[in-house]
């Protein structure tokens, strides 16, 4: 009875003993992934931080009368913004444009169009700027008119 008593204390041991050794492989495949998972969130964040975001939008502040708005939406300052509005008889840019300029984070611009009583529903205005990035960005986006 002595030895069956110590061959249950033995395999009860071993199965302790490999019950450890699973769970730990399992803890440590998991820490592992986790680790690898906050490091790559690690880079992104590191990589948005030097983007600049810069987006369009039309804003009508009367009849016949649009703003374009161009603000920065990224994280990081936009240098030498430049903002290519197509010329048109069917409506004026009021006042030229600053351009070349710099756009901190979630500042902006406007250039006022006035509209002649024929306007295009749409126009495509080219965007170029350098962030922390990249030197040179290039966005065509296509604008609604109100």
């Not at 969130?41 to 649009?66: P, S």
């Not at 030498?80 to 070349?100: A, Q, W």
Request: hydrophobic share 40%.
């Amino acid at each position: 009875m002595e030895i069956l008593g110590l061959i249950i204390s033995i395999l009860a041991l071993a199965l302790t003993i490999i019950t450890y050794i699973l769970h730990d492989n399992r803890i440590k495949k998991q820490e592992k992934l986790l680790n690898e998972y906050q490091l790559a969130k690690i880079e992104t964040e590191k990589i948005e931080l030097k983007k600049a975001l810069i987006e369009a939008n039309v804003i009508k502040i009367k009849d016949w009368k649009n703003a374009i708005k161009v603000y920065n939406k990224g994280k990081s300052i936009a240098r030498k913004v430049y903002v290519t509005i197509p010329s048109s008889e069917s409506y004026n840019l009021i006042g030229g444009s600053p351009c070349p300029i710099d756009l901190k984070p979630n500042h902006s611009i406007e250039f006022i169009l006035l509209l002649s009583t024929e306007y295009p529903d749409k126009i495509e205005v080219k965007l170029e700027w350098e962030d922390d990035f990249n030197e040179h960005n290039v966005e065509n986006q296509e604008l609604q008119l109100l």
